[in-house]
């Protein structure tokens, strides 16, 4: 019977042939995939009592799906963002398994009839003026990873960019020449165009060196590009000191996301602006920013003089590309 089939086929064929040739999605949302499927596999193995190599199809039922997903929330200690963006990859194995095995048929529906489950959108945290002006400021200047480490960070704030696309980025991603800019391959397999500070591209161009291939890493570590999990590192061992307790603000590589997104409109950079900039799908996601700059507008005396210049300095070059009034 189908249900006694190895599932080893199954979902070879789901990430070799379904994820990667038919639908087309880049290795990192590939891995995202991976991650949930191993975790469904490796709790359905435990809660079986078998070898993960002796599972079988009939051994993804909607019981323990329900199970699984109940196991990351209260063991894992999962949110339940992630708990839906684990569902939401289930749902897609699931509609997979239909159309492969029909007999599974019933036991799919259920599985992606199960709800997402409602939560309150994430608080968006970010850092004021003078914290990156600090930040900048202190960074080490002498050591194996100095001249990386301050390279990545003033790209992080000067992009917004996302961990994944600075992961992602190629010496033959920039053009460090009179106007310095960026091409950043984003979610949706989508590129975009973002203007370089003179600073972040000087510190690139001493990074990167004369004799870096078009296809080389920008940050790397040991020869290998670095994974987002290690600029994730990078930037906790930096700035784990600006964390605040009070408002539960744990500074990661998103968090120069959002201080890039609230400085620009803080400068009075558009939104429509901003919403290319950060790469934006959707202009409800960027006008959440402008819902926090009105009530902090009133500290922007705060800003050190060389984090204003830099800020003036992208405003110029952002309405250089994009043709708007000075």
């Known amino acids: 019977m189908s249900k006694d089939k190895a599932l080893g086929p199954v979902i070879h064929s789901f990430f070799a042939d379904h994820l990667i040739t038919v639908k087309g999605l880049r290795p990192a949302s590939v891995r995202s995939y991976r991650d949930t499927v191993r975790l469904l596999l490796t709790f359905t193995a435990s ?55 029909p007999e599974m048929l019933a036991a799919c529906q259920q599985v992606t009839a199960i709800p997402m489950k409602r939560s309150a959108p994430a608080e968006t945290r970010f850092l004021e003026r003078d914290e990156v002006e600090d930040l900048l400021k202190k960074m080490p200047r002498d050591g194996r990873h100095a001249l990386r480490d301050r390279a990545l960070i003033l790209f992080l704030y000067n992009t917004g960019c996302r961990a994944s696309e600075a992961a992602d980025l190629r010496a ?35 990074l990167t060196g004369p004799a870096a291939g078009p296809g080389g890493a920008v940050f790397a570590s040991r020869g290998q590009p670095l994974t987002r999990h290690g600029i994730y590192k990078i930037v906790r061992r930096h700035t784990a000191r600006f964390d605040d307790p009070r408002t539960g603000r744990q500074v990661s590589p998103h968090t120069f996301r959002h201080t890039a997104a609230v400085h620009l409109l803080e400068a009075g950079v558009e939104v429509n602006v901003i919403r290319g900039w950060l790469g934006h799908a959707d202009l409800s996601t960027t006008n ?31 309405n250089a590309c994009c043709g708007t009034a000075g």
Not at 185 to 206: E, V, Y
Not at 296 to 302: A, E, N, S, T
Not at 308 to 314: K, S
């Open 288 to 318: 959440r920013y402008a819902e926090i700059v009105i009530p902090v507008q009133p500290c922007c005396h705060l800003e050190g003089p060389s984090i204003r210049a830099l800020v003036r300095e992208v405003v110029i070059s952002l």
């Open 47 to 101: 809660d079986k009592g078998c070898k993960i190599t002796r599972l079988t199809l009939g051994d993804l039922t909607y019981d323990r799906v329900v199970k699984f997903l109940r196991h990351l929330e209260r063991d894992r200690g999962n949110h339940v963002r992630t708990r839906n963006q684990r569902l939401a990859v289930l749902h897609t194995l699931f509609e997979y398994i239909a159309v492969r095995s």
């Open 172 to 206: 033959g991603n920039l053009d460090l020449g009179e106007q310095p800019l960026t091409r950043l391959h984003g979610k949706g397999d989508k590129w975009r165009t973002c203007p370089l500070w003179r600073q972040t591209a000087d510190l690139l161009s001493d």
